[in-house]
T-cell receptor, first 113, second 111 residues
């Protein structure tokens, strides 16, 4: 079974802090994704990566950056956290080649005070 | 118009009922289709893929209608444990292979 592990289930940070959310997958997947999910807005893609050191903007990249130094790890960074970034953050991965379903981590519920 | 649209519901049905959800997609180049299940405050989990010929997994049946650009999920003999939000997912080769998620349909099965 694919295992996607997110570093924290719950996280509380303060406005202006730099926040790191970590995601690790153990299936040698090429593609990794970061989403946020808010009530009534569904899943929104923040950033994704098709390979090490590669990154692509998703639909809502503003206020976020990512890092993929190793194939198994994809980090989401909130450069200066704001209250409107309070959300559920979900990491997912798929093998390369497209047309494969995504496998999600447990999610991180982030609160910015 | 959203690329993938679902009726948000909620669908409230009694145990044992049959319930069906539809999901429409706008990109005719879409290639792959899936249904996910998401429980409250949990991550989405793959329920089943949707194949052109239709496919069944126990009480769940998924169908694809390419001409009308929709997929469906039928749940027979609903159980209390089927209560969840069901997300349809579409992958198109013209969208760099990214998945497009519907916003989900909420199902509540009542005793």
């Amino acid at each position: 079974d694919v295992k996607v592990t997110q570093s924290s289930r719950y996280l509380v940070k303060r406005t202006g802090e730099k926040v790191f959310l970590e995601c690790v997958q153990d299936m040698d997947h090429e593609n990794m994704f970061w989403y946020r999910q808010d009530p009534g807005l569904g899943l929104r893609l923040i950033y994704f990566s098709y390979d090490v050191k590669m990154k692509e903007k998703g639909d809502i990249p503003e206020g976020y950056s990512v890092s993929r130094e190793k194939k198994e790890r994809f980090s989401l960074i909130l450069e200066s956290a704001s209250t409107n970034q309070t959300s559920m953050y979900l990491c997912a991965s798929t093998p390369g080649g497209g047309n494969q379903p995504q496998h999600f981590g447990d999610g991180t519920r982030l609160s910015i005070l | 118009r959203k690329e993938v649209e679902q009726d948000p519901g909620p669908f409230n049905v009694p145990e044992g009922a049959t319930v069906a959800f539809n999901c429409t997609y706008s990109n005719s180049a879409s290639q792959s289709f899936f249904w996910y299940r998401q429980d409250c405050r949990k991550e989405p989990k793959l329920l089943m893929s949707v194949y052109s010929s239709g496919n069944e997994d126990g009480r769940f049946t998924a169908q694809l209608n390419r001409a009308s650009q929709y997929i469906s999920l039928l749940i027979r003999d609903s159980k209390l444990s089927d209560s969840a939000t069901y997300l349809c997912v579409v992958i198109s080769n013209t969208n760099a292979g990214k998945s497009t998620f519907g916003d989900g349909t909420t199902l509540t099965v009542k005793p």
